[in-house]
């Protein structure tokens, strides 16, 4: 790489974008992490194909307001991104921007600049469907719990179910984090905004962890090692959630042959959904599910999870009575790519 062509403008970029990346992981979950690396690598993608910008033409201006809305119209025309997508990446984008404007003072007109674009209109938000109660149970029963793997499977999916807590923050679970002698077991886990929170969990599901605990750790328990551990890396390393959805599917094909009410699309934050929709169901007040997912907002729960008019209009009257009374980018290696200069090769 001829470093001599680099502008002192995009050395600042990439400078600054390591800085940002660094700053995030104190208080971002992984999955935000990726989805910033995620958008600036499609962005780039962008400026190379797109625009015909390379390591040595790009610059700030690159992140000018036309130039931003020119890329998520590719994406949307190009990648067949839908709006709400486009919008996630347009919110990567201005989350960086805004940082470095709040580092160095000469940036700050971009994310005024920024800050005018519009997000995409979606015309029919998009709502997860819920799994019906026969299938979780159909489910959860399909990997059995004699050998290792369906312990283990068994063991996820019930606590995804009866937890409704994210899949990043179930594998993100430490054995130091539970706490299974007790008279009400619990375990600490930490959402989004690395905001740690108590969890409860029931009887039977502290059996399957405690069995998966003695089949997977033998006698040698690490209080720093995860619950779900990476079968290649071992104890430190965390379970990947790819690959538990990719067993996940197929436990589901064996499900649907004795519940055809199994959904095809399953993966784990479906089990979220359904639990909370379960919860409504069952006359659990709403502010009692939300609390359970750890949402900041009401709202944010109504428009969450998947249910009825008849339920949303149920929930809102119990609020209201009660109230009276939470890409990877395969990069090829070429010194021209702007990739290069943000580190990704090396990622």
Known sequence: MNKKKITTDAQILAKEYTAFIADSRKSLSGFTIKGYDDTICLFFDFLEKAEKINIDSFSSKNFSRESIERFLDWLENSKQSKPQTCNVRLGAL??????????????????????????????????????????????????????????????????????????????????????????????????????????????????????????????????????????VKGYFCKASARGINKQIKKYALIAKQQCSEVPSDVHCHKFRHSSATHCLENKMRIEQVSKMLGHQNIKTTMDYIGITDKMREEAIQNLEDNATKSIKPLWKKDDKKIAQLFGFNNR
């Not at 108590?198 to 605990?213: C, D, N």
Request: glycine share 6%; aromatic share 10%.
């Open 94 to 231: 201005r989350a960086y921007v805004k940082y470095l404007a709040g580092k160095r003072p000469e940036y700050r007109s971009l994310f005024i600049d920024l800050s005018f674009i519009k997000q995409r209109k979606i015309s029919h938000p998009y709502k997860e469907t819920p799994m019906t109660q026969n299938a979780v149970k159909a489910l959860i029963a399909a990997p059995g719990i004699k050998e290792g793997i369906g312990l283990k499977y068994t063991t996820i999916m019930s606590m995804l179910y009866t937890t409704a807590i994210r899949i990043d923050e179930l594998l993100s679970i430490k054995m130091k984090d539970l706490h299974l002698d007790c008279a009400k077991p619990w375990v600490t886990v930490v959402g989004k905004g690395r905001k740690a929170r108590t969890v409860y969990l029931p009887s039977k599901v502290v059996t399957l962890i405690t069995k998966h605990i003695e089949s997977e750790y033998d006698k040698s328990i690490q209080l720093d090692g995860y619950l779900f551990f990476s079968p």
